[in-house]
Antibody, heavy 126, light 107 residues
Framework: QVQLVESGGGVVQPGKSLRLSCEAS????????MQWVRQAPGKGLEWVSV????????YYAESVTGRFIISRDNAKNTVYLQINNLRAEDTGVYFC???????????????????WGRGTTVIVSS | DIQMTQSPSSLSASVGDRVTITCRAS??????LNWYQQKPGKVPQLLIY???TLQSGVPPRFIGSGSGTEFTLTINSLESDDFGTYYC?????????FGGGTKVDLK
């Protein structure tokens, strides 16, 4: 079935780095843009980053620009999130999500995150 | 960046109530607005895309409306399974900002 499984989270000291992975199965991974969304403990959803289906374009939230790097390996059906110079405010659950393009009418397309992984937890603490 | 503002931030309701949540965008986003539901300890799930189109499997008591900068999510005849937090998200910009969420709990 269609599935996303994140890994790579853990307890990390401030200033260190971490690489999160999200492995996809059950669909044509190379055809979809992929998103990362995070959620701090007890807080709402925060959009983090997106990478186009072929890896040609990436976008980042202002709060993570310069420290986070999104990448993908379509041969391995995996999207990555490299987090550098970790800060306490990076603590939370990191979800990856598939960005699906829906068509409602001819020439009308809408994107939404239709499949989510269960998340991987990052705790930044000394 | 596009800012998304939801109101209220929380509400208490009873089974059978009609619930309305509002989401406002800081600029015109046409109909490029999605709604997600997240139950405690669970993964967010897509409810509505394109402001008013139900995702497959979502019951018709969920109704999305609006365009431009103002949107609403209405839940007709609230059921026990509907308690949780609802988020709007704009899909106009590649930087897909979320609203702050509306927590719906039992009165």
């Amino acid at each position: 079935q269609v599935q996303l499984v994140e890994s790579g989270g853990g307890v990390v000291q401030p200033g260190k780095s971490l690489r999160l992975s999200c492995e996809a199965s059950g669909f044509s991974f190379r055809s979809y843009d992929m998103q990362w969304v995070r959620q701090a403990p007890g807080k709402g959803l925060e959009w983090v980053s997106v990478i186009h289906y072929d890896g040609s374009l990436q976008y980042y939230a202002e709060s993570v620009t310069g420290r986070f790097i999104i990448s993908r390996d379509n041969a391995k059906n995996t999207v990555y999130l490299q987090i550098n110079n970790l800060r306490a405010e990076d603590t939370g659950v990191y979800f990856c999500a598939r960005d699906r393009r829906f068509q409602t009418l001819p020439n009308y397309y809408y994107n939404a995150m239709d499949v989510w992984g269960r998340g991987t937890t990052v705790i930044v603490s000394s | 960046d596009i800012q998304m503002t939801q109101s209220p931030s929380s509400l208490s309701a009873s089974v059978g109530d009609r619930v309305t949540i509002t989401c406002r965008a800081s600029q015109d986003i046409r109909k490029l607005l999605n709604w997600y539901q997240q139950k405690p300890g669970k993964v967010p799930q897509l409810l509505i895309y394109a402001a008013s189109t139900l995702q497959s499997g979502v019951p018709p008591r969920f109704i999305g409306s609006g365009s431009g900068t103002e949107f609403t999510l209405t839940i007709n005849s609230l059921e026990s399974d509907d308690f949780g937090t609802y988020y709007c998200q704009q899909a106009y910009s590649p930087l897909r900002s979320f609203g702050g969420g509306t927590k719906v709990d039992l009165k």
